[in-house]
């Protein structure tokens, strides 16, 4: 089946590590996105790409990287830098251009900071 | 810029009673409007869109939204909520930048009562 995969769907971390949560992606959309859910506020934009090897900063950059070394994935490094890193996180693909902005969504992947 | 507010932070109803959830939206061009759901500890499931084809937008699950450009408004509707509609809802619209990004609203979660 052609979706998006995200894991791990939980991860538990310890302050100062950093932790990578892995987004993968088989419906060949170019556009990729990473966005953080905190109650009461809706999504939130962190990182997007439009194609391979490109990436921009979002809304909430700070303490967080990315990579898009291949169409399929996009994978989110949340940093030590990340003042308050708890939170529920979602990845979307998007066929990007002249698209009508459409997304989808993986699971999400719910970290937790100890 | 182009942005979205959702009324009311929860709605209750009874099974069988009718579902409204408010969308207004901000946007100096026509607009790509969306509503998705999220059930517990899930992604984000697309119900509907208006491209600006037909103003009455037919979803999923027996939802439907009316585009009201005098209004603003974008509000999705039920006739007779169902136990399994409990869940958050996010009207979202399209960023009309040279590159396709969504802003969400902060959520609505509905509540059905037997």
């Known amino acids: 089946d052609g979706g998006i995969t995200q894991s791990p769907k939980y991860l538990f971390r310890k302050e100062g590590q950093n932790v990578t949560l892995s987004c993968e992606q088989n419906l060949n959309h170019d556009a990729m996105y990473w966005y953080r859910q905190d109650p009461g506020q809706g999504l939130r934009l962190i990182y997007y790409?439009?194609?391979?090897?490109?990436?921009q900063k979002g809304d909430i950059a700070e303490g967080y990287s990315v990579s898009r070394e291949k169409k399929e994935s996009f994978p989110l490094t949340v940093t030590s830098a990340q003042k308050n890193p708890t939170a529920f996180y979602l990845c979307a693909s998007g066929v990007g251009g002249l698209g009508t902005g459409e997304l989808f969504f993986g699971e999400g992947s719910r970290l937790t900071v100890l | 810029a182009q942005s979205v507010t959702q009324l009311g932070s929860h709605v209750s109803v009874s099974e069988g009673a009718l579902v409204l959830l408010r969308c207004n939206y901000s946007?100096?061009?026509?607009?790509?409007l969306f509503w998705y759901v999220q059930y517990p500890n899930q992604g984000l499931q697309l119900l509907l869109k208006?491209?600006?084809?037909?103003?009455l937008v037919k979803g999923i699950n027996g939802f439907e939204a009316e585009f009201k450009k005098s209004e603003t408004s974008f509000h999705l509707t039920k006739p007779s909520a169902h136990m399994s509609d409990a869940a958050e809802y996010f009207c979202a619209v399209r960023m009309n930048t040279g590159f396709q990004k969504l802003v969400f609203g902060t959520g609505t979660r509905l509540l059905v009562s037997p």
């Open positions: 946007s100096s061009v026509p607009p790509y």
């Open positions: 208006y491209t600006s084809a037909a103003t």
């Open positions: 790409s439009q194609i391979v090897n490109d990436f």
